[in-house]
């Protein structure tokens, strides 16, 4: 394998993209851009463009965008999330300036061709595909997407018999890995996430408490610190400013509430997808589904997502090493484990990568 190429895996996720690279590096950033609103904040911030939690913590003076928010562009369709098409062009700006800079913060060899492998939802159309190519088009020299969760399977070197669920912001994705590639039909994407779940939360908040003030990113961090599925032994006090006075608050139900609504939609999928395998195949997958994505981390949801699935068998439910890295690890292994020659007809003919498993090579 020659030196010169540096090889990319990438989780390009609505709410965080990790990339990891044959070099050794490895970087996460919030998967948000942002522009200096005029020549004041420019001049303070030193920058024309602000990436990650850089743009977050300058969000007054900077007008941004989340790319891949609301499963736009990704998974979505713009046209039905009323979109014009100025602000698909902007998302498509900001994903495109995105890449580049995961790309760079991974320090490729610029003097050698760049290939990446990227993660997508499971159901992700053609044009939502089309539309992720395009916005890594500039950074590497060429590009294969393949579903999330088997990314993930990948990297734990879990391809046989297993169930990945990869909970993130925007989306669950659901894939069963029967050592080969998995077919489109036999993946399921749900449009719900983590960033349901938060505002769930933001609304019980501001219902239970008007005189609150909290903002969206103040609830993320609530949830990632305290959230919980299933019973709780502790109550969970946060402090708030209420009237501009701090002030502790029990948030212990409406906490629960909002993880909760992460519980059905899965157990639902869980169960319609193994039902479509024989029964032997169903309890194989049943005994051991791995939970990949940042939503994984939720604190009893192994747990509880057992107890829901012993009326259907039984099951195994855990957690992959790693929520934050193990799909980008697990797209860099598959760009390794590619054939050169692959590559190189990708890049020659700088054709859309199409979702092909490296087997069919
Ligand atoms: N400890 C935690 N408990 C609950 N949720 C968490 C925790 N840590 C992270 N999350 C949530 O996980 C989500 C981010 O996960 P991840 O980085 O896998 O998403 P993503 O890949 O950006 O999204 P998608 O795959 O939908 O495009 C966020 O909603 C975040 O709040
Ligand atoms: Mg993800």
Redesign the pocket.
């Known amino acids: 394998m020659s030196s010169a190429i540096t090889f990319i895996g990438m989780?390009l996720?609505?709410?965080?993209t990790s990339a990891v690279s044959s070099n050794g590096h490895q970087e996460e950033l919030e998967?948000v851009v942002g522009w200096p609103k005029d020549h004041i904040a420019e001049s303070l911030l030193g920058k024309k463009v602000v990436f990650g939690s850089e743009v977050i913590d300058n969000r007054m003076s900077l007008d941004y965008v989340r790319p891949?928010g609301h499963g736009v562009l990704?998974f979505n369709s713009h046209t039905e999330r009323g979109m014009d098409e100025n602000l698909v062009e902007k998302h498509r700006k900001a994903a495109r300036l995105l890449v580049e800079q995961v790309v760079s913060l991974v320090e490729p060899n610029r003097q050698g061709p760049i290939y990446g492998v990227v993660g997508m939802?499971s159901r992700a159309t053609l044009v939502n595909k089309e539309m992720v190519i395009e916005a890594t088009r500039g950074a590497f020299d060429a590009v294969m997407l393949v579903p999330?969760p088997f990314a993930v399977a990948y990297s734990a070197n879990r391809l046989t018999e297993t169930l990945v669920v990869?909970?993130?912001?925007?989306?669950i994705?659901l894939c069963p890995m029967f050592g080969t590639f998995p077919n489109d039909d036999d993946q399921l994407t749900i449009p719900f996430?983590?960033?349901q779940?938060?505002e769930e939360l933001y609304n019980c908040i501001v219902e239970a408490w008007p005189d609150a003030r909290i903002s969206k990113k103040m609830v993320?961090e609530i949830?990632?610190k305290h959230?919980f599925v299933g019973p709780s032994e502790d109550r969970v006090i946060v402090s708030l400013p209420v009237k501009g006075k701090p002030t502790e608050i029990d948030i212990t139900e409406p906490l629960k509430h909002a993880c909760g609504k992460l519980l059905p939609p899965i157990i639902e999928c869980v169960v319609e997808l193994v039902a479509r395998f024989e029964p032997e195949f169903q309890d194989c997958l049943l005994n051991n589904i791995l939970l990949g994505?940042?939503?994984s981390?939720?604190k009893g949801l192994p747990d509880q997502l057992e107890i829901a699935l012993q009326a259907y068998g039984g099951g195994n439910v855990r957690r992959t090493h790693d929520?934050?890295f193990a799909g980008a690890t697990g797209a860099l292994k598959l760009a390794m484990g590619m054939p050169l020659e692959y590559w190189s007809k990708l890049d020659q003919s700088k054709a859309l990568g199409k979702l092909q498993p490296a087997a069919d090579q």
């Open positions: 989780d996720g609505t709410f965080r998967t891949f990704k939802p999330e990869d909970i993130g912001a925007g989306t994705d996430g983590g960033d779940v938060d993320r949830k990632e959230g994505g940042g939503g981390q939720l929520s934050v």
